[in-house]
């Protein structure tokens, strides 16, 4: 009875979404990402199959995702909106939605149930961290290190309190130049339980304990700005030992065969998805609804694994991750959410880090600047 | 009575001299193999010792200098390898001519007899001083050269690349840009912008100079500063400023819009240089045609535009690159449909470190080098043609 019921009701939303689609919707998106391997994969997954049913509809990429927030207020400001879809970080997500510049939605009524017909929120379930937010992937930020370096003696590290010991594994790392997550790591390794870490972060002994900590290092780090800092720093070695995006690693390694190898402790979980600007015409939100509905359903979320390792954001996709499209190799040993990846792994606060940010932020960037 | 002036230098000057120019190159030696100091040391004792011993046991200098040259081409190899050895070949000329340039005296040859001494040191400092500035300009250009070559997808001087193995470099970067629509797209949307902006800057720029330099206009000065401006505010002003004004006037995003920008940035830089063309115009040229009966557009077209043509170019020219460069202002005022190539390229560095961009630069570098070569010989042409008829 329920099967019979949610096939009704698919029919009748892709019904409804048939006979709208030839008067009503806009010819044109333009869709904002990040640009390099990620955009590729969006592409691959969801915008070609979908021009391939919507031949009329032409899309047009914007890899302004880094300054989104920035951006969509300028927009807002001069009244001139120009995006249709904007992929955004989880706290990014939150930040527009608070400022009511990006549009709330029911996540049931305008995506897609999964194939079994849990309804979308509850397939995507904590992954919805704001009423903005459709989520796409959870992707983590963790180490790669060179597997060729002679004075660590045969060593390879396997835990994060490796990135601070200076002994064992002498050369250059590369660190994210913003608080996030370098705080969280240097007072784990500072003796702090994972659980309490947010609690001591939030004190103005435990901020100076955790700077304390990565003063140990920090003549021996280069601090990255854009995700392709640390792979070109690897491939170059400049530095030994390194954090990013799992899937620029990924890249690194399986892609383009450098001795890099990935060490997963201690990862630190981050989201990715998108937004809809508020504000957009009737006919250009009827076009990002309909997109909307086809990209975020549980086959393509599945299919973009096949690109890049980042972990499809529903339940229902796991299940579906094969392999890479190109080099054949089995994707799931390298989602970070890979079971024997996810060990030790922790998802950054960002409910927490909304909070302390701009006072963080000024602190650890005088703390740089000593 | 000649004086004699190249005579043979004592080795108590010319072995310290050697020792120091063999010490400065040690320093990069030293530093590539991680010990600067030994390399600034070995440099100097080497090199002074080579000095000692040309000057004085094996005063030979045909022989001398073969023995440098293959010397060092066997010190660079065993250091460095292949690419080392060519580097030694090319310190071992240098140090085998200058041992002897400084030895026999060789360098007052072509000055002035009464130099002091002082004189003679400035006169070759002031030339080093020179060459280093070029250096220090032209090596970033020079070195991304290479690497757009590379058959890796890093900014990384592979260890292939360095022993000149062909499997080090490929053609696959270029092949990107031909064949990738990103990229085809970003040239389209230079290639349609840059010229349009020039026509615009060099049509306003040209008669706003003319008429500025008339001196019955009221408010010159004002208005000249006015017109100048986009040149002074920081660009990121008038861009922010732009994009909010646009906005309002629905040009953002537009194509007409970006090019609109570009003529604003590029109408100064065709009033400088048409205004100080104007500045050796004789403007009873003008009213002696006027005499004749032509009227003042016939005046301009025929006897204003050819004397000034050269100051139009060079400000196109100008205007040209401006728009063909130009990153901040596209990127507030265009809209992703509008993507130069400039901005792919900022892109490309921020969000993918690909060698692309660098077979990109190369190419751009060749299109620029091209054009300001042709540029010169068309003005070299007109100087010689002006030169040969007569007034």
Redesign the interface.
């Known amino acids: 009875m329920k099967m019979t019921k949610t096939l009704l009701a698919t029919t009748a939303l892709s019904v409804a979404a048939g006979a709208a689609s030839a008067q009503d919707m806009a010819d044109e998106m333009?869709i904002v990402s990040?640009?390099?391997?990620y955009?590729e994969s969006q592409v691959k997954a969801y915008v070609e199959p979908y021009i391939a049913n919507n031949p009329d509809v032409s899309v047009?990429?914007?890899?302004?995702s880094?300054e989104a927030v920035a951006k969509l207020r300028?927009?807002n400001?001069?009244?001139?909106l120009?995006w249709d879809l904007v992929d955004v970080t989880a706290a990014d997500a939150m930040r527009l939605c608070d400022e009511g510049l990006a549009m709330e939605v029911d996540h049931d009524e305008i995506l897609a149930p999964a194939p079994d017909g849990t309804p979308a929120s509850e397939d995507f379930g904590d992954m919805i961290v704001s009423d903005c937010f459709i989520p796409q992937i959870a992707y983590s930020y963790t180490f790669g290190y060179r597997t060729d370096v002679d004075a660590w003696n045969g060593n390879t590290p396997d835990e994060i309190c490796d990135v601070f010991d200076l002994e064992t594994f002498p050369g250059k790392r590369s660190l994210e130049q913003r608080p996030h997550n370098n705080m969280e790591w240097a007072l784990m390794c500072d003796g702090v339980p994972q659980e309490d870490v947010y609690d001591v972060l939030e004190t103005p002994e435990g901020q100076d304990r955790a700077l304390a900590k990565l003063d140990t290092i920090k003549d021996e780090v280069v601090w990255w700005t854009?995700?392709?800092?640390t792979?070109?720093l690897l491939?170059?070695k400049e530095v030994v030992f390194g954090s990013t995006y799992n899937g620029r690693l990924f890249s690194l390694i399986e892609e383009?065969d450098q001795p890099v190898a990935m060490m997963w402790d201690a990862q630190s979980y981050d989201l990715d998805g998108w937004i809809i600007p508020e504000g957009l015409e009737e006919d250009k939100l009827a076009r990002v609804l309909d997109f909307l509905y086809f990209a975020t359903d549980t086959q393509r979320l599945a299919d973009q694994a096949k690109y890049i390792s980042y972990g499809p954001a529903r339940q229902s996709s796991a299940p579906l991750v094969g392999e890479h499209a190109e080099l054949g190799i089995d994707m799931a040993p390298h989602m970070p959410t890979n079971p024997e990846n996810a060990s030790n792994a922790f998802v950054m606060n960002y409910v927490w880090w909304a909070d302390y940010r701009d006072d963080l932020d000024s602190k650890f960037q005088s703390w740089l600047a000593r | 009575m000649t004086i004699n002036i190249t005579e043979p230098k004592p080795v108590s000057f010319v072995v310290p001299v050697v020792a120091a120019a063999g010490a400065f190159l040690g320093i990069f030696v030293g530093t590539a193999h991680d010990n600067t100091l030994l390399g600034l040391l070995g440099g100097a004792v080497i090199t002074g010792l080579l000095a000692l011993i040309f000057l004085t046991i094996f005063r030979r200098e045909r022989e001398a200098r073969w023995i440098s040259v293959a010397g060092f081409a066997v010190i660079g190899y065993l250091l460095g390898g292949l690419p080392g050895g060519v580097i030694g070949i090319a310190a071992g000329w240098f140090f085998g001519w200058f041992i002897f340039w400084l030895g026999e005296g060789r360098y007052r040859a072509k000055l002035a007899p009464y130099y002091t001494p002082m004189q003679v040191l400035w006169h070759f400092s002031f030339r080093v001083i020179c060459g280093m500035i070029f250096f220090f300009l032209i090596t970033p250009i020079v070195v991304v050269m290479p690497l757009s070559f590379n058959a890796?997808?890093?900014?990384?001087f592979t260890p292939e690349m360095l022993r000149f193995a062909p499997e080090g470099y490929s053609l696959k970067h270029y092949e990107d840009f031909f064949t990738n629509s990103?990229w085809q797209q970003a040239l389209w949307n230079s290639l349609s912008i840059a010229p349009a902006a020039t026509l615009l800057s060099v049509g306003f720029g040209t008669l706003a100079a003319i008429g500025l330099s008339s001196e019955h206009v009221p408010f010159r000065r004002p208005i000249m500063a006015i017109l100048i401006s986009p040149m002074i505010v920081p660009l990121i002003i008038s861009a922010a400023g732009m994009?909010?004004f646009y906005?309002?006037i629905g040009l953002?995003?537009t194509y007409l819009g970006v090019v609109l920008a570009h003529a604003a940035l590029g109408v100064p830089f065709v009033i400088i240089t048409v205004t100080a063309t104007l500045v050796g115009f004789d403007r009873s040229l003008t009213r002696a045609a006027a005499n004749m009966g032509a009227n003042p557009v016939t005046t301009f077209f025929r006897v204003q535009m050819p004397l000034i043509l050269p100051g139009v170019i060079s400000g196109g020219l100008f205007a040209f690159i401006t728009s063909f460069d130009e990153v901040v202002v596209v990127l507030f005022v265009g809209?992703?449909?509008q993507k130069t190539l400039p901005w792919q390229m900022f892109?490309?560095?921020?969000?993918?470190?690909s060698p692309t961009i660098l077979a990109v630069a190369t190419i751009l570098v060749g299109i620029s080098i091209l054009l300001l070569t042709t540029v010169e010989l068309l003005r070299r042409r007109s100087e010689r043609l002006r030169g040969m008829s007569p007034g």
């Open positions: 333009t990040w640009g390099g391997a955009q047009t990429w914007d890899e302004s880094a300028a927009q400001e001069a009244g001139n120009t854009s995700g392709a800092d792979p070109q491939a170059d383009q | 890796e997808n890093f900014f990384t990103d994009y909010f906005s309002r953002q995003g809209s992703a449909g892109i490309g560095l921020r969000e993918q470190i």
